[in-house]
């Protein structure tokens, strides 16, 4: 009997393939949307990706298992207008939940990690329940559910391309969940209140969509552009205007002191520079120009905040016709993995690379003036310690916050202001004494080597959790150790789930793994996110079509170790490298779904999304920041081979 006349559900639908893929579509592009929110209302925290996702897999999951159970009960009978219906409404309520959240916090207020966990419950688990629930009743069909898994991950491939159409676009989130709704309202065609229903939604969306992103923001916000980086937005104060981007503050005007001190003292540094490279102007052209016969060259990579005369490129492989004799780097304080990639050992050897024999790295972090806490110095030693494995040396001026310089000719302590300056040559100079010169320079002992498989500011990020909010990680720890013992207790125990769960584990921990690398190699994981699960969605798409796959469990091992290690191994890896390793990981997945028997899809579905979650939520908030990629990637090679070694003895038995 075809899937297509399966009695899924109702005859007022039009079968259970269009409803599958309408629902992974839909998935696939509200995810995507949710990630964007949740960025911008976390600040960038990058600890957060793991518990977004675990949050929405942990959520699928149990909505997968329940409509198994059910299906097996009473036979596969889901409602499509009904399901459709109520996956636009859950969708709505769960992007109006997010951006209210920041409405109970103070503004600029760190959220601790049970905090985090309370906004993504808020808003995405009723929509991950619904979206699981339907998959689960749906795949439980004895018809062929193998290819309604494969109309699932098309729908999903299809929803992530629309998603990247829209970020293209600067399209507005809102608006792109409103664009997934169509093929909800194609299920809904035959019923004239479905459809009404779901037009109502869209047009709550849309209509409250300007109302329900203030509540972000402390102040009225006029506009805001949905970046290739992060949500901007400009904030006009009197005569100044502030940049925010995911809520922090990516440039100011009034930071003219700071801006003095992080150009002219390099420069004095090199009175015979020529040639300039400013990587993110934040306000650095602007005193770069009182040098007549200097050429300034200005790299940004988010075009809604580059001028005219800005190249757009990426500048881990930006590659010059001539060097340069000093880069300042404005990336500003490393808050996340993306604003910390220009930081690393592999971006300090490319930034040498560039320079010419005497050229000069250089870049000002506004870290305290007379005492660094316990964190500031742990960044402030990194970032020292990174400069020095890379050059000869390393010279930091503490005046208005502290300017790094790096070179591998000599630097001298003799501060020379050629040009007329407001505050430089006549505060901040004269204020600096010996002592803080001497103490910003004391070499740092056992300092963290700042990489971009493990950066400092993950590291960093959870030792702050831990410390101001000791319980709440202890709790949500708890409660995550509850999930997984719940889902094992409900899972079936047999060869084929533990083969599935423990890959959608390894696919969790990978998938994070390949996103975290990303965003600190690129930075722009907030706009490419839609590709990065496009490409895994057509890995697990092409992998339905696999018929047999032995000895599944080494070859998953071996890949995610593999490719990860590849991934670590080159300086700078091509952005589709990224995508073709996901796509390939995908492949094996979907692969091994599809082949084994003797175990229901619906629960094999559940196991995979149970280990996914479980994978994710470890992965950015303990195993990357403690360990980093490469041991986190053998872990995962170990643990696969042990599990194929463990089902073939309980196959001989």
């Given at each position: 009997?075809?899937s297509d006349?399966v009695p899924?559900?109702?005859?007022s639908?039009?079968?259970p393939?269009?409803?599958?893929?309408?629902?992974?579509?839909?998935?696939?592009?509200?995810?995507?949307?949710y990630?964007?929110?949740?960025?911008s209302?976390?600040s960038?925290?990058?600890?957060?990706i793991?518990?977004?996702?675990?949050?929405?897999?942990l959520?699928a999951?149990?909505?997968?298992?329940a409509g198994?159970?059910?299906?097996?009960?009473r036979?596969?009978?889901?409602?499509?207008?009904?399901a459709a219906?109520?996956l636009?409404?859950?969708?709505?309520?769960?992007?109006?939940?997010?951006?209210?959240?920041?409405?109970?916090?103070?503004?600029?207020?760190?959220?601790?990690?049970l905090?985090?966990a309370?906004?993504?419950?808020?808003?995405?688990?009723?929509?991950?329940?619904?979206?699981?629930f339907v998959?689960?009743?749906?795949?439980s069909?004895?018809?062929?559910p193998q290819?309604?898994?494969?109309?699932?991950n098309?729908?999903?491939?299809?929803?992530?391309?629309?998603v990247?159409a829209?970020?293209?676009l600067?399209?507005?989130?809102?608006?792109i969940?409103?664009?997934?709704m169509?093929?909800l309202?194609?299920?809904?065609?035959?019923?004239a209140w479905?459809?009404?229903?779901c037009?109502?939604?869209?047009a709550?969306?849309l209509?409250?969509?300007?109302?329900?992103v203030?509540?972000?923001?402390s102040?009225?916000?006029?506009?805001?552009?949905y970046?290739?980086?992060?949500?901007?937005?400009?904030?006009?104060t009197?005569?100044?205007?502030?940049?925010?981007?995911?809520?922090?503050?990516?440039?100011?005007?009034?930071?003219?002191?700071a801006?003095?001190?992080?150009v002219?003292?390099p420069m004095?540094e090199?009175?015979?520079?020529k040639?300039?490279l400013?990587?993110?102007?934040r306000?650095?052209?602007?005193?770069?120009?009182?040098?007549?016969?200097?050429?300034?060259?200005?790299?940004?990579?988010?075009?809604?905040?580059?001028?005219p005369?800005?190249?757009?490129?990426?500048?881990?492989?930006?590659?010059?016709k001539q060097?340069?004799?000093?880069?300042?780097?404005g990336?500003?304080?490393?808050?996340?993995?993306?604003?910390?990639?220009?930081?690393?050992l592999?971006?300090?050897?490319?930034a040498?690379?560039?320079l010419?024999?005497?050229?000069?790295?250089?870049?000002?972090?506004?870290?305290?003036?007379?005492?660094?806490?316990?964190?500031e110095?742990?960044?402030?030693?990194?970032?020292?310690?990174?400069?020095?494995?890379?050059?000869?040396?390393?010279?930091?001026?503490?005046?208005?916050g502290h300017?790094?310089?790096?070179?591998?000719?000599?630097?001298?302590?003799?501060w020379n202001?050629?040009?007329?300056?407001?505050?430089?040559?006549?505060t901040?100079?004269?204020?600096?004494?010996?002592?803080?010169?001497?103490?910003?320079n004391?070499?740092?002992?056992?300092?963290?080597?700042?990489?971009?498989?493990?950066p400092?500011?993950?590291?960093?990020?959870?030792?702050?959790?831990?410390?101001?909010?000791?319980?709440?990680a202890?709790?949500?720890?708890?409660?995550?150790f509850?999930?997984?013992a719940?889902?094992?207790?409900?899972?079936?125990?047999?060869?084929?789930?533990?083969?599935?769960?423990?890959?959608?584990?390894?696919?969790?921990i990978y998938?994070?793994?390949?996103l975290?690398?990303?965003?600190?190699?690129?930075?722009?994981?907030?706009?490419?996110v839609?590709?990065?699960?496009l490409?895994?969605?057509?890995?697990?798409?092409?992998?339905?079509?696999?018929?047999?796959?032995?000895?599944?469990?080494?070859?998953?091992g071996?890949?995610c170790?593999?490719?990860?290690?590849l991934?670590w191994?080159?300086?700078?890896?091509?952005?589709?490298?990224?995508?073709?390793?996901?796509?390939?990981m995908?492949v094996?997945g979907?692969?091994q779904i599809?082949?084994?028997?003797?175990?229901?899809?619906?629960?094999?579905y559940?196991?995979?999304l149970f280990?996914?979650a479980?994978?994710?939520?470890?992965?950015?908030?303990?195993?990357?920041?403690?360990?980093?990629?490469?041991?986190?990637a053998g872990?995962?090679?170990?643990m696969k081979?042990i599990?194929e070694?463990?089902?073939?003895i309980r196959?001989?038995?």
């Amino acid at each position: 009997m075809s899937s297509d006349t399966v009695p899924s559900i109702s005859r007022s639908s039009s079968g259970p393939s269009l409803l599958v893929f309408a629902a992974g579509l839909f998935s696939a592009a509200l995810q995507s949307v949710y990630f964007r929110e949740y960025l911008s209302v976390f600040s960038g925290n990058e600890l957060s990706i793991g518990m977004i996702f675990a949050v929405w897999l942990l959520a699928a999951g149990a909505g997968s298992m329940a409509g198994a159970r059910l299906a097996r009960k009473r036979g596969p009978a889901v409602s499509g207008p009904s399901a459709a219906c109520a996956l636009a409404a859950c969708a709505a309520a769960g992007i109006f939940a997010v951006r209210a959240s920041r409405l109970v916090f103070a503004p600029g207020e760190l959220l601790g990690p049970l905090a985090m966990a309370g906004v993504l419950a808020a808003s995405e688990v009723p929509v991950a329940l619904v979206n699981g629930f339907v998959l689960g009743t749906l795949l439980s069909s004895p018809a062929r559910p193998q290819r309604l898994y494969a109309w699932e991950n098309a729908g999903a491939l299809a929803g992530a391309l629309a998603v990247y159409a829209c970020v293209l676009l600067y399209a507005k989130n809102s608006l792109i969940v409103v664009a997934a709704m169509v093929p909800l309202a194609l299920v809904c065609a035959r019923k004239a209140w479905a459809v009404a229903a779901c037009v109502a939604v869209a047009a709550l969306l849309l209509v409250f969509d300007h109302t329900s992103v203030q509540w972000k923001y402390s102040n009225p916000v006029q506009h805001i552009v949905y970046g290739h980086e992060g949500e901007i937005v400009p904030v006009v104060t009197g005569g100044d205007t502030t940049f925010l981007q995911n809520g922090t503050v990516y440039k100011s005007s009034m930071q003219r002191p700071a801006l003095e001190q992080a150009v002219h003292i390099p420069m004095g540094e090199r009175p015979q520079a020529k040639r300039t490279l400013v990587i993110f102007d934040r306000g650095h052209y602007a005193e770069l120009a009182k040098y007549p016969e200097l050429v300034v060259d200005e790299i940004e990579t988010e075009p809604a905040l580059a001028s005219p005369r800005s190249t757009i490129a990426s500048p881990e492989t930006f590659l010059p016709k001539q060097h340069y004799d000093v880069i300042f780097v404005g990336s500003g304080m490393p808050r996340s993995a993306a604003s910390n990639r220009l930081y690393t050992l592999s971006f300090f050897k490319h930034a040498q690379s560039l320079l010419s024999d005497s050229g000069i790295v250089t870049f000002s972090l506004p870290f305290s003036e007379n005492y660094l806490g316990p964190a500031e110095k742990k960044l402030f030693g990194a970032l020292y310690t990174t400069l020095g494995a890379v050059f000869k040396n390393v010279l930091v001026f503490p005046g208005e916050g502290h300017t790094f310089m790096a070179s591998n000719a000599p630097l001298s302590e003799s501060w020379n202001v050629r040009v007329a300056t407001d505050y430089l040559a006549s505060t901040i100079i004269p204020g600096m004494s010996e002592e803080r010169l001497r103490d910003a320079n004391k070499k740092p002992a056992n300092a963290f080597i700042n990489t971009k498989d493990r950066p400092i500011t993950l590291f960093l990020g959870l030792q702050t959790w831990i410390g101001l909010f000791k319980n709440s990680a202890a709790l949500l720890a708890a409660i995550l150790f509850a999930c997984c013992a719940a889902a094992l207790w409900v899972l079936p125990k047999t060869r084929a789930a533990l083969s599935v769960g423990t890959s959608g584990l390894a696919i969790g921990i990978y998938s994070i793994c390949l996103l975290l690398m990303y965003q600190a190699t690129y930075g722009a994981l907030y706009s490419r996110v839609s590709l990065l699960l496009l490409a895994l969605t057509a890995g697990f798409a092409l992998g339905a079509l696999v018929k047999k796959f032995p000895f599944s469990d080494i070859a998953v091992g071996l890949y995610c170790a593999g490719s990860l290690a590849l991934l670590w191994a080159i300086p700078c890896p091509p952005a589709f490298l990224f995508y073709l390793l996901h796509a390939g990981m995908g492949v094996l997945g979907g692969a091994q779904i599809v082949s084994r028997f003797g175990t229901g899809l619906g629960a094999l579905y559940a196991a995979d999304l149970f280990g996914g979650a479980l994978g994710m939520a470890l992965c950015s908030t303990l195993l990357v920041p403690l360990f980093g990629i490469l041991p986190v990637a053998g872990g995962i090679g170990g643990m696969k081979i042990i599990v194929e070694l463990v089902n073939l003895i309980r196959r001989k038995g």
